[in-house]
Nanobody, 124 residues
Framework: QVHVVESGGGSVQAGGSLRLSCVIY????????MAWFRRAPGKEREGVAS???????SYADSVKGRFTISQDNAKNTLYLQMNSLKPDDTAMYYC??????????????????WGQGTQVTVAS
């Protein structure tokens, strides 16, 4: 079985920073793409950033220049460094893993493994 576990959420003031972490547990996982999604209150879940095993990285336009996705393969851990946070970034953030993904804003259908989410709240 594969388990995806996020951590690092919290509450910050606008302009602040947070770093989310995501660990994949399970020897059976052999996918080539991991990503971060988020769901704001009353909105659909949206892709935030993705990283393929070949190094291709994609970001949603709304976070470009502020968020950075990275991975520590030795620790099987994905990170999302979030800087210059805005109240509009308030959402539940989810980590996802999948077999592969296309370049561009990540799409839910490409990912078969999901974490439970970690809440990020940005106060104005």
């Amino acid at each position: 079985q594969v388990h995806v576990v996020e951590s690092g959420g919290g509450s910050v003031q606008a302009g602040g920073s947070l770093r989310l972490s995501c660990v994949i547990y399970g020897d059976t996982y052999s996918g080539h793409c991991m990503a971060w999604f988020r769901r704001a209150p009353g909105k659909e879940r949206e892709g935030v950033a993705s990283m393929r095993s070949d190094g291709v990285i994609s970001y949603a336009d709304s976070v470009k220049g502020r968020f950075t996705i990275s991975q520590d393969n030795a620790k099987n851990t994905l990170y999302l460094q979030m800087n210059s946070l805005k109240p509009d970034d308030t959402a539940m953030y989810y980590c996802a893993a999948g077999a592969d993904c296309y370049e561009g804003t990540p799409r839910e259908g490409d990912f078969g493994y999901w974490g439970q989410g970690t809440q990020v709240t940005v106060a104005s």
